[in-house]
C-alpha cells in the first residue's frame, strides 16, 4: 500500500489488489460505484471526472480502499512512447499485414477489457444509427475478410479476437432485449461483476481485507449476491436454448438467446465464445437475405429501397465486392452521397483491385467529386484491364482536359 503522501497523488493509477475478493465484501453504493470503476488503467484523476459522484467523495472512497488493502496505487500510466514501443516490439514485417494495420490492431487490443460504448467510440447513450455508422467504420478496418488469403501468422488470432468483441459489443448494445438485460445486470451488481458487464477484466482471486465490511447490512449485500445468482441462473437458460437452436441450425435464433445470455452473465467466457459463432453464421444468413431483397428491387427500380439493403448487407459481410460496387452507384446516382459512395468504391476495389468496372465507378465518383486527378488515376487503371471500353477512354480523354484546366493542387 502506498503512503499518505501517494494517496494525493491523482496521477496514480489504482488497481484492486490481488488479494482482494469482492464477493467478501460489503459496500456502500457510492463505494461499489467506485470500486466498479477500478480497473488498473483509470487514473485517480479521471476517477473524479465520472458522473454521478462528487470528486471529494470519490476521493473518500478511494482513500478508504487504499488503507483497507483493497487497492494498490503502485501503478503509473506507462508514458505513450513506452507503450509504443512495446507494440512496435510484437510487429512482424513478414507478415502479409503492413505494419501499420498491425500497430492499430495490437492497440485496440490493449483496449477490449473497456465498456461496450468505449470500445465503438461512442457515448453511453448512442442511438442505433450511432451504434451501426460506429460498428462499420469499425467492421471495415478489423474484419478478418479483409485479410482474407493473407499469411497473417500469429496475427490471424489478434485479428480474430478484436472483431469478436467489437462484434459482441455492437450486438448487445443495438438489441434493446439484450441492452435491457444487461442494464439489469449492471444494476444488480455494483462491484465485481458490474466491471465485468461493463467490458472491464474480472478481479483476482484471493482474501479480502476486513476493513469496509460491516459497513453496510449484510442482508443488504445478501440482497445484490441473490440478485446476481439469479441473472446467472437467467443467463444460464438462455445458453441452454441457445446450444438447442445450434444444434438445430437457427443461426439467427441462436445468436439472440446467447446474445441475451452474455448480457444476464457478461463475465461468461463460453457463452461469448458460443455467440461468436452463431453470430457468424446468423450475419451470413442475413446477409445473403439482404442481397436477395436489394437485387430484387434493383431489378424492379426501386433503388432507393435496393440502396438500404445493400447497406444492410454490407454490415453483416462488409468487403463483398459486388455489394460495395453496387452501393457505390446507388449512393452516388441515387442518394448523391459521394463521400459514401467512394468509400463503397474504394473498398470493392481494394478487395478486387483487378476489376474494371470497381475501378471505373470509382473513377466516375472522383470526377463527380472534380477530383480530376484522382479520377484520371481510376480511369487509366480501369483503361488497362479493359482496353476495348470506349465509354471509359471517352471519359478519361473529359477528365483529363478538366485536370489541365483545374487549379494546381485541386486534387
Known amino acids: 500500500m502506498g503512503s ?22 460489503t459496500l456502500t453504493p457510492a463505494e461499489g460505484f467506485v470500486l466498479s470503476r477500478v480497473d488498473g488503467r483509470t487514473s485517480w484523476a479521471l476517477l473524479r471526472e465520472l458522473g454521478g459522484l462528487e470528486p471529494g467523495d470519490v476521493d473518500r472512497c478511494l482513500r478508504r480502499f487504499a488503507e483497507a488493502g483493497i487497492i494498490v496505487l503502485d501503478a503509473k500510466p506507462a508514458p505513450a512512447r513506452v507503450v509504443a514501443d512495446a507494440l512496435d516490439d510484437r510487429l512482424d514485417p513478414s507478415l502479409e499485414i503492413d505494419l501499420e494495420a498491425q500497430r492499430t490492431l495490437l492497440a485496440f487490443e490493449e483496449r477490449l477489457d473497456r465498456p461496450y460504448h468505449e470500445l465503438l467510440g461512442v457515448s453511453a447513450d448512442a442511438d442505433a444509427r450511432t451504434l451501426r455508422r460506429a460498428y462499420f467504420r469499425l467492421s471495415r478496418e478489423f474484419h478478418p475478410d479483409r485479410w482474407f488469403r493473407k499469411q497473417l501468422g500469429p496475427f490471424a488470432q489478434h485479428v480474430d479476437r478484436v472483431f469478436c468483441k467489437i462484434s459482441e459489443a455492437y450486438e448487445l448494445l443495438s438489441d434493446p432485449s439484450a441492452r435491457a438485460e444487461m442494464e439489469r445486470t449492471l444494476s444488480a451488481a455494483p462491484s465485481g461483476s458490474a466491471r465485468s458487464a461493463a467490458g472491464a477484466r474480472p478481479s483476482g482471486p484471493g482474501g479480502a481485507s476486513q476493513a469496509l465490511r460491516g459497513r453496510t447490512t449484510p442482508n443488504a449485500f445478501s440482497l445484490v449476491a441473490r440478485i446476481a445468482r439469479e441473472r446467472r441462473r437467467k443467463a444460464q437458460r ?49 446477409a445473403e437475405r439482404f442481397l436477395k431483397e436489394a437485387d430484387a428491387q434493383f431489378q424492379l427500380g426501386a433503388y432507393p429501397e435496393a440502396y438500404k ?81 470506349d465509354e471509359t477512354r471517352q471519359e478519361l480523354r473529359s477528365v483529363k482536359q478538366q485536370a489541365r484546366r483545374a487549379p494546381r493542387g485541386g486534387s
Open 309 to 389: 439493403r445493400y447497406v444492410d448487407a454490407l454490415h453483416c459481410r462488409p468487403f463483398d465486392a459486388e455489394a460495395n460496387h453496387r452501393a457505390a452507384k446507388l449512393a452516388w446516382r441515387v442518394e448523391g452521397d459521394l463521400r459514401a459512395a467512394k468509400e463503397y468504391a474504394a473498398c470493392a476495389c481494394e478487395v478486387a483491385p483487378d476489376v474494371a468496372a470497381y475501378r471505373k465507378t470509382l473513377g466516375q465518383v472522383y470526377a463527380a467529386a472534380e477530383l480530376w486527378l484522382n479520377a484520371q488515376r481510376e480511369l487509366e487503371r480501369a483503361l488497362r484491364l479493359d482496353p476495348a471500353d
Open 4 to 25: 499518505s503522501q501517494e494517496l494525493e497523488d491523482h496521477s496514480a493509477v489504482p488497481q484492486l489488489a490481488p488479494e482482494c475478493a469482492l464477493e467478501d465484501l
Open 238 to 286: 438462455y445458453f441452454t436454448a441457445g446450444q438447442e437452436a445450434l444444434g438445430a441450425e437457427r443461426w439467427v435464433d441462436a445468436a439472440q438467446q446467447l446474445r441475451l445470455a452474455i448480457a444476464c452473465d457478461p463475465a461468461n467466457a463460453d457463452y461469448k465464445l458460443a455467440f461468436g459463432d452463431a453470430n457468424r453464421r446468423a450475419n451470413e444468413i442475413r
